[in-house]
């Protein structure tokens, strides 16, 4: 099994042979071509935000872990100048019942992200905003898409096809929530840096082969973070799920410590992302988690830049080479990427596409209409 394993790992580059690895290489430009859409758009960017009395992020999968993701970023532009407040709708739960009974709003600016912008769900929360007033800014890789023509205003995420996972788009839309939420520059300058500095952690494979080794052989995953890590955890979980068949749970560290860390074993793994600027008190609190999963004997991954937990007992650290913000997000995603890539090989579950989805999954029709 593990020679099996071995063999695997050992035929993969950083950007192939498979179609994760060319993508996840492709992810750099991905960004760097959506920050240069954003500049090119950034007066009329500014004046939807401007004139918004609300924010609301809608969308659904992946899409919306982005915005669980950019939510605090927006929250921090509020508090500084004033600007509309921030909220996140899973795009489904929007239409068919929120959970505090209100989707939208006249005044709201919905930005609504999908990659491929067929997304039923997706684009039936479009459709609900239009029809309540809102102004509908769609975030996605096709700018001719059902949910581009549902929009008053397109900012294009240039991504391309993906047949290995959803993680250039991924990474594109995060970007374009940064941009929008004006927590990363948009110029040429800025942009090349940013492509150059995650092209070189898309290069970087070998860091993240032992933790994806750790991973790879976990019964069972908990992904963990607070804050802007929340989002990033929901959307590595999703993709351990869907390319390594691990089950995995996303939460925040308060949410695990009280009640599912009692099922933890030392057959599973946790893994914590911290991202945000040092706070004495969640370092300690992130360092009091480390602790008593070394005592459990319960292997740890470490995803994270200053302020992330030191790691007692067995576990693998991958430190991040941005500042906290934006930037760091980004680099913590593609390393998610990685790590969900090597798990999959590791266990041997790998395979381009989907299994389920496309094929047993189905359009959910006509959300509005009841189809």
């Excluded at 520059?185 to 800025?190: E, H, I, K, Q, S």
């Amino acid at each position: 099994m593990i020679a099996k394993a071995d063999a695997r790992l050992a035929r993969l580059r950083p950007d192939g042979p498979d179609e994760m690895g060319r993508e996840l290489a492709g992810g750099p430009r991905a960004v760097a071509d959506t920050l240069a859409a954003a500049e090119r758009q950034a007066p009329q960017l500014h004046e939807l935000r401007r004139a918004a009395e609300r924010v609301v992020l809608a969308g659904t999968g992946a899409s919306v872990a982005m915005a669980l993701a950019a939510a605090s970023w927006f929250r921090a532009a509020a508090a500084a100048d004033d600007r509309a407040p921030v909220s996140v709708r899973e795009a489904s739960t929007a239409v068919l019942g929120a959970p505090d009974g209100e989707s939208f709003r006249p005044g709201d600016l919905a930005m609504v992200i999908s990659a491929s912008g067929t997304s039923p769900e997706t684009l039936a929360a479009a459709r609900l905003a239009r029809a309540s007033g809102a102004r509908v800014l769609a975030i996605t890789a096709d700018a001719a898409s059902p949910l581009a023509t549902a929009a008053e205003v397109v900012l294009h995420t240039p991504s391309g096809d993906e047949g290995g996972a959803a993680t250039k788009s991924e990474l594109a839309a995060l970007a374009a929530l940064a941009a929008v939420a004006g927590a990363l520059p948009t110029n040429g300058d800025a942009a090349a840096d940013l492509r150059g500095d995650l092209e070189r952690v898309a290069r970087d494979w070998t860091s993240a082969v032992a933790a994806g080794r750790l991973l790879g052989h976990a019964r069972f995953v908990w992904v963990v973070g607070f804050g802007a890590a929340a989002g990033v955890a929901q959307a590595g979980s999703l993709l351990l799920h869907e390319k390594a068949l691990i089950p995995t749970v996303a939460s925040t560290p308060s949410e695990f410590r009280h009640g599912p860390i009692e099922a933890v074993t030392a057959d599973d793994a946790v893994v914590v992302i911290e991202l945000d600027v040092p706070d004495g008190r969640r370092s300690a609190y992130l360092q009091r988690l480390a602790s008593e999963l070394a005592e459990l004997g319960v292997p740890l991954v470490v995803v994270g830049g200053p302020g992330a937990p030191s790691i007692p007992g067995t576990g693998e650290t991958i430190g991040l080479l941005a500042p906290p913000g934006p930037a760091a997000a980004l680099e913590a995603t593609l390393r998610l990427q990685q790590l969900a890539r090597c798990a999959a090989h590791v266990r041997g579950t790998y395979r381009d596409g989907f299994r389920i989805l496309r094929t047993i999954v189905v359009a959910a029709g006509d959300l509005l209409g009841g189809g």
